[in-house]
């Protein structure tokens, strides 16, 4: 692959990068030597590892899927899977070295912990490097933490949740993941309360020719609340990087979990990131998505509506340009009676980039009186560039409301030629009609991050503007 096939003409506000300065590098490649290497690296019990190379000889029994993105340029011989950085975990920003620190402010990280959140998380490379919660909410019984403290001091309570969800069966990247996955959040909000401010973890990888492999597990107890953000974030390099995270979900009933996502990764990264939430009687979860960069994206989120009178909302966007491929959608399997799901899918391409958005909505038989609708837009903003919609519906029981609308079309250029009378550049035109398309999904995050995804769109805006 050319260097020049990933660099884009204008640098982004995303695209910094620091030496690659760590405490230790694993050898690129993925062995025996080497998950045993990471185990023992992280002090972890037997039963830990046990689970690791069990996730490794699955991984080397699955074959890659025969669906989706071309995935044949990835090479685990050419990755290294595990990156420490030079600091262990703080709770200070200042004890973090200067780099570092200087690099998740210029994120807005510690702002936003300052202005917004009930607690932060910040991973750097394949570990944890930040994590604090306020104090009222340790003595309110919340977990916050990262996940090898969760696994130290919560051993039971882990063990109960991990890959109960996502089993590492799964495909063949999530048992790449549980085999050398390191990092990621742990959060428990017990019985009854409402956090009315967010927890937020952020997830930087910095190290060239490397993967990030983050596993979080939230538990959400009866009738409790939680809004949980997720960012990411890395510089472009001229080699592939990989992203195999791996989150999983559970809301139990009569609870409440918005699980907001804004990801901007590097156009050298290959996104294969796994998310399941299961979701219990008269409980509800929201996800809201934004994904951005990577040069393939294959990320589905899934709900699992086991309890009756549970439901799901999916409201995500996606944004593909010049050598990008985002294969992107949402899962949704109706078990309980009276369940119900609202799926709302917009993408936008331009510059050759190709955006899909595949589904699966799986009504059983015993899912009485379930109701889903999906609605899924693609927008093109040239002659070049690709969207499909590939929707796979199976309903057992006649007792369904379900409706499904897509549509694909490219950008107005009625629309275009109206706004530039009224006084507009056309490329300001474009920009006005590309944020409409957006505005939906942008109202769905909290003000500060509906300016960042729309700082994103202006930076996808700018790369079509200096192409031109």
Request: proline share 4%; aromatic share 10%.
């Amino acid at each position: 692959m050319d260097a020049k096939e990933i660099q884009t003409p204008n640098e982004s506000f995303y695209d910094f990068k620091n030496n690659d300065d760590y405490d230790y590098k694993i050898k690129k490649g993925l062995s025996r030597e080497i998950v045993e290497d990471i185990s023992k690296r992280k002090n972890e019990p037997q039963w830990m590892l046990d689970i690791r190379l069990k996730a490794l000889e699955t991984y080397k029994k699955l074959d890659l899927p025969v669906w989706g993105p071309d995935l044949s340029e990835l090479d685990m011989d050419d990755i290294s899977t595990y990156v420490k950085p030079k600091s262990d975990i703080q709770n200070n920003w200042d004890s973090l070295p200067d780099d570092i620190k200087d690099t998740f402010v210029k994120l807005g990280i510690p702002k936003a912990e300052r202005d917004y959140l009930a607690g932060v998380g910040a991973q750097y490379d394949s570990e944890v490097v930040y994590h604090s919660i306020k104090e009222e909410m340790k003595k309110l019984g919340v977990i916050y933490t990262d996940f090898d403290s969760a696994v130290r001091e919560y051993p039971e309570l882990v063990k109960e949740y991990f890959s109960k969800c996502v089993p590492l069966s799964e495909h063949k990247f999530i048992a790449l993941h549980y085999a050398v996955f390191s990092g990621g959040s742990f959060v428990y909000v017990p019985k009854g309360l409402k956090l009315e401010m967010p927890l937020q973890s952020y997830y930087r990888l910095n190290s060239p020719e490397s993967g990030q492999f983050e596993h979080t597990l939230i538990i959400v107890d009866e009738g409790a609340s939680l809004h949980f953000i997720e960012g990411c974030s890395a510089p472009k390099y001229s080699k592939i990087n990989l992203h195999a995270g791996c989150v999983e979900l559970f809301v139990k009933n009569n609870a409440y979990l918005r699980y907001s996502t804004i990801e901007n990764w590097s156009k050298n990264m290959l996104n294969l990131n796994t998310k399941k939430a299961i979701v219990e009687t008269n409980a509800k979860i929201d996800w809201v998505s934004g994904s951005f960069g990577s040069k393939i994206s294959m990320l589905y989120p899934m709900s699992i509506l086991k309890g009756d009178n549970s439901s799901t909302e999916y409201t995500g966007i996606s944004f593909a340009g010049n050598g990008q491929n985002l294969d992107t959608g949402f899962k949704v399997l109706h078990l309980g009676k009276n369940t119900t799901s609202n799926i709302i899918s917009k993408s936008l391409s331009k510059s050759g980039g190709v955006t899909t958005y595949r589904s699966l909505v799986n009504i059983s038989k015993n899912a009485d009186n379930a109701k889903c609708s999906v609605v899924c837009d693609g927008l093109m903003l040239d002659d070049i560039s690709k969207s499909d919609t590939i929707p796979v519906n199976s309903i057992e029981n006649s007792s369904v409301t379900f409706s499904h609308e897509a549509k694909v079309g490219k950008i107005s250029e009625e629309a275009i030629y109206y706004l530039m009378t009224r006084g507009l550049s056309e490329q300001d035109a474009r920009a006005l009609i590309v944020r409409g398309f957006a505005s939906p999904i942008s109202k769905q995050f909290p003000m500060e991050y509906a300016v960042e995804m729309n700082r994103l769109i202006n930076l996808e805006l700018e790369e079509v503007k200096h192409n031109d």
